[in-house]
């Protein structure tokens, strides 16, 4: 039984993203392999023709510059057939000229939908909600993102989010609130008695006090 409740846990930060096979756009998957050394943005959408799902791929799309840009391979899906992916994806770039040139995952039989938490009954069960992962090089999930079926995402967030990972990551800083490239950082609190009192003797402009500390990168 105990198991069984691990098996049926949703994904959480911090945990290495499950790994699958799977059909897409782009040719067959087993995730684990895929794109190694790049992190990887997974993102869920109820359903193939539908108009907010639409908006959503070609934002992606027409951003996917700014995506490669930070090492970051995007990866789509939907509870649909390999041929509703290729007929929708077709019929986008004949009528607005956006092609959704990454792969979409069709997850037809559920199975990697139910195995990241993308389906929520009390949501529908038919349809996997607006789940956003991402996952680092090491394919550990660092941050996850949920919105509902009538509500689209925000591009300008996840990339925003994803630029931050990367920047605590390389300069182990924290972000404060509605940071974005370019304004300054959190330095982190100090870890022992000696480093709280240079930070209290401190005189800088960045400073609040010992425990928040700003700096530029």
């Known amino acids: 039984m105990e198991n069984e409740v691990i098996v049926n ?3 959480r930060i911090g945990d290495i993203a499950p790994d699958f096979e799977a059909v897409t756009t782009k040719g067959k998957m087993k995730f684990s392999d895929y794109a190694p050394g790049k992190w990887k943005v997974m993102f869920s959408h109820p359903a193939d023709f539908t108009p907010v ?3 959503e791929m070609s934002g992606f799309a ?3 510059g700014e995506f490669d840009a ?3 391979e995007l990866i789509g899906l939907s509870i649909d057939s390999i041929h509703a992916h290729l007929a929708w994806v077709n019929n986008v770039r004949e009528n607005t000229g956006v092609y959704f040139d990454f792969p979409i995952i069709a997850d037809i039989d559920m199975k990697v939908s139910k195995i990241y938490g993308m389906l929520q009954p009390n949501e529908s069960e038919t349809a996997a909600v607006r789940a956003v992962f991402f996952i680092d090089p090491s394919n550990k999930i660092r941050l996850i993102m949920y919105y509902p079926l009538n509500v689209g995402r925000n591009m300008d967030e996840i990339i925003r989010v994803l630029n931050g990972l990367q920047v605590s990551d390389k300069n182990a800083v ?3 609130l509605n940071w974005v490239p370019g304004e ?3 330095v982190p609190p100090p870890k022992n008695l000696d ?3 240079e930070r209290v003797d401190m005189d800088s402009e960045d400073k609040v006090d010992f425990y928040l500390v700003k700096k530029d990168l």
Do not use: D, G, S
Request: aromatic content about 0%; proline content about 10%; hydrophobic content about 35%.
């Open 70 to 72: 930070l090492n970051t």
């Open 184 to 186: 300054k950082v959190i």
């Open 62 to 64: 027409t951003r996917k």
């Open 174 to 176: 924290a972000l404060p």
């Open 195 to 197: 480093e709280m009192q």
């Open 9 to 11: 846990q949703m994904p």
């Open 53 to 55: 799902c639409t908006t």
